[in-house]
């Protein structure tokens, strides 16, 4: 693959706004819709349900919402581990919906369509679109802080509960390389996958960045190059997609308030409510 593999993509297509879509099973329909509604009120679109079982594509799917249904008929276990036993979610639904991230994704990048994903506690507070579009990373995302292999050689991680895409051959080549080893969690996967095989350099190594304040705070994106590949990626400025520390006198600020909290959709409703974020 050539140095510049990662930019091809059909300039006739550059101009449509990207796919906004998440991933959902019943157990989130409740802060699903409420995603949804601060999707609409910050930019007016419409984004898509990828429904991880039959009951959350009926659910959201009469609530007038844009759904697909990608149970495949085949329901999985609520209460055992055992497809991905080393999972870092508590059970098989819940990898598997996971793992429709990286697969729909992929599936819009073929098609050559950008792709900007977000999990449902992900609450929209300012349209981050036209911030995002005006890199030109073929990857952009939040910073994380897990894995913690990724965390101590580059101060960071790619968190894969909001990330932006463009098509083109180098980040399809990081989707498949990372959906072949997906061990139940997306984010763990695609992280040591470019640890291990995409010689990626970042331009700076942030400090002391995880809290949501401008002041001494992470303002500006962070940029990174694949020696392998050429895939350029962007740490979104954590001050403005907020991950860690968020308070409510530093939401004023952000476009995105997605709070580390337990895989538990009652702790994350109650999470975003002490925050005063309207749902």
Known sequence: MRPDAGHDADTSLAVQP??????????????????????????????????????????????????????????MSRSE???YPDSTFP???????????????????????????S????????DPVDDILRGEADMAFQPGSFPQEAKTAWGFSVCMGFFFMRPGEAVIDLLETSIRRFDGSDQRGLN??????FDL??????????????????????AGRCGRTGLRLSALPHSFYQRHGTRPET?????????????????????????GIEL
């Not at 190594?205 to 303002?219: F, K, L, Q, S, V």
């Open 192 to 197: 040591l996958s470019l640890l291990e095989g």
């Open 251 to 275: 939401m004023d600020h952000a476009y995105v308030c997605h709070p580390n909290s337990p895989k538990d959709p009652a702790a994350k409703l109650r999470i975003l409510r002490e925050l």
């Open 119 to 126: 999990d449902v506690d992900a609450i929209w507070l300012r």
């Open 81 to 83: 581990k055992t497809r």
């Open 201 to 222: 350099r970042w331009e700076s190594r942030p400090a002391n960045w995880e809290h949501g304040r401008i002041e001494d705070g992470w303002t500006r994106s962070v």
């Open 18 to 75: 990207p796919v906004i879509f998440t991933v959902i099973d019943e157990s989130y329909a409740e802060l699903g819709r409420a995603w949804a509604r601060s999707v609409r009120k910050t930019t007016g679109m419409e984004p898509i349900f990828i429904c991880s079982d039959a009951r959350a594509y009926a659910m959201l799917g009469d609530s007038g919402h844009v759904c697909e249904d990608a149970s495949g008929g085949q329901p």
């Open 91 to 117: 059970n098989d639904q819940a990898s598997f919906t996971n793992s429709l991230k990286m697969t729909t994704a992929l599936a819009y990048l073929r098609q050559g369509r950008s792709v900007l994903y």
